[in-house]
């Protein structure tokens, strides 16, 4: 348990701060090209103001940014009303051929737009009285550069500080979950002390009762009553014990298993009750489906399932239970037919102590223990279950999957 909260605290703690230092990049680098885009778009306006060039007293229209691209290459394309390139100014640039300035002029007419981007070149466009356009064209890649190196460095730096701050809480980790492993061992303990000690009353009354009905007879409506309660008690406290126990243990480290006998033999446990409530089952349980874990707590988790299915059908309803093998995942499937349920409700009844129906629930026997234990025991054994209720209501399936894993089942 304590390696689990570790892992949660630094995954936590490591992926919020990728996504925040990740935001505040983002911020950065958008904020960074807006600025320049602005500072960009100044020096074109003053190109386009005189002409097609840039005044050599034209220095005090700029500031801040824009002070570092006096000496940046452009060049200016005129067409006529048509779009046809009538002349262009190459003098600030060695890298573009007039056909090339032409082929940028066409691919900014297109656009459609004022300014823009077109690889490493900020444009703008102005329209001219007679119909045609002016476009001044900025070479933007020197600042393109920079930025870029700008950004490696900060998104290097702030990589290098998720990982220190991941080391540190790496090796802090463990002072910082003691508290709370401790609680929950305290608790767990708890529990499985106040079970075991419950054992033995339980047993007494058992012992008890049993000695009585020979006195009195079966038949007694009390005895019964008090056999009932006893087994239903003794039901709740083996549930607890379990729970508490997988909650903290790995049954991955347990022994190979063969989960069809398991499951076979849960299902076998029920047919005289099944009998006497008019239920039926139906099976279809694949062979030889081995996974490593507890055979106790495994046996107990497919009873709890089908012990839940029989108390909660609607009446003289089918126990559907299937187990198969896909993808080295066992899946069992235990399902139901019921007399209406919300479907909303299905995520919480792996919740400890929840009852959707707290008046049903206790006439049934149930104490909101059993679907916790059955999630208890199945993440103990590196699985997954959840439950799903059709659309109107009229069914519910439980399914599993666990790990298999081959070798000699004991």
């Known amino acids: ?38 500072s960009a778009d100044v020096y074109l306006n003053i190109i386009l103001d005189n002409d097609g060039v840039f005044p050599k007293d034209a220095s005090s229209s700029l500031e801040g940014e824009a002070e570092g691209i006096l000496d940046a290459r452009f060049f200016v394309v005129w067409l006529d009303p048509t779009g046809e390139v009538i002349s262009s100014n190459l003098d600030q640039i060695s890298t573009v051929s007039e056909d090339q300035a032409g082929s940028y002029a066409h691919l900014a007419l297109v ?22 356009r002016i476009m001044a064209f900025l070479d933007r890649s020197r600042q393109n550069d920079d930025t870029q190196l700008s950004v490696t460095n900060e998104a290097l730096v702030m990589f290098g500080g998720v990982l220190a701050v ?28 106040a079970g075991h000690d419950l054992r033995t009353p339980v047993s007494i009354i058992s012992a008890d009762a049993d000695v009585l009905a020979m006195d009195i007879g079966e038949d007694n409506e009390w005895l019964h009553d008090i056999k009932h ?62 996974v490593r874990g507890n055979a106790q707590y495994l ?3 497919v009873g709890a399932l089908i012990d839940n299915a029989m108390k909660y059908s609607s009446s003289e309803g089918t ?75 009229s069914s519910v399936t439980f399914s599993i999957t666990i790990p298999t894993t081959k070798g000699d089942a004991t």
Not at 271 to 277: D, M, N, V
């Open 299 to 301: 046996s107990r988790m």
């Open 229 to 290: 309660q006893v087994g239903v008690m003794s039901d709740l406290t083996e549930s607890l014990i379990v729970l508490s126990r997988a909650a903290s243990s790995d049954g991955r480290e347990g022994e190979v298993i063969d989960f069809s006998s398991v499951v076979a033999e849960a299902v076998s446990s029920f047919k005289s009750r099944s009998l006497l409530e008019g239920h039926g089952f139906r099976l279809d349980i694949e062979p030889e489906v081995c």
């Open 111 to 132: 656009s459609g737009r004022d300014s823009g981007n077109l690889g490493n070149y900020r444009y703008l466009v102005r329209e001219q009285p007679d119909g045609g």
């Open 319 to 393: 126990i559907g239970v299937s187990l198969s093998s896909r993808r080295r995942q066992a899946q069992l499937d235990v399902s139901n037919s019921v007399d209406g349920i919300d479907p909303a409700e299905v995520d919480r009844w792996f919740d400890r102590f929840y009852q959707s129906d707290r008046s049903r629930t206790h006439n049934k026997g149930g104490y909101g223990i059993g679907l916790s234990m059955v999630r208890a025991v199945v993440v103990s054994h590196g699985g997954k279950v959840k439950a799903t209720a059709a659309p109107d209501g």
């Open 166 to 193: 991941t080391g540190i809480l790496i090796l802090l980790s463990k002072r910082i979950v003691a508290p709370l492993v401790k609680a929950q061992e305290s608790q767990q303990q708890f529990v499985i002390d």
């Open 1 to 38: 348990m304590e390696r689990r909260l570790r892992i949660r605290l630094i995954a936590s703690v490591f992926v919020s701060l990728v996504v925040l230092l990740g935001l505040i990049l983002v911020v950065s680098v958008e904020t960074r090209r807006i600025q320049q885009e602005a």
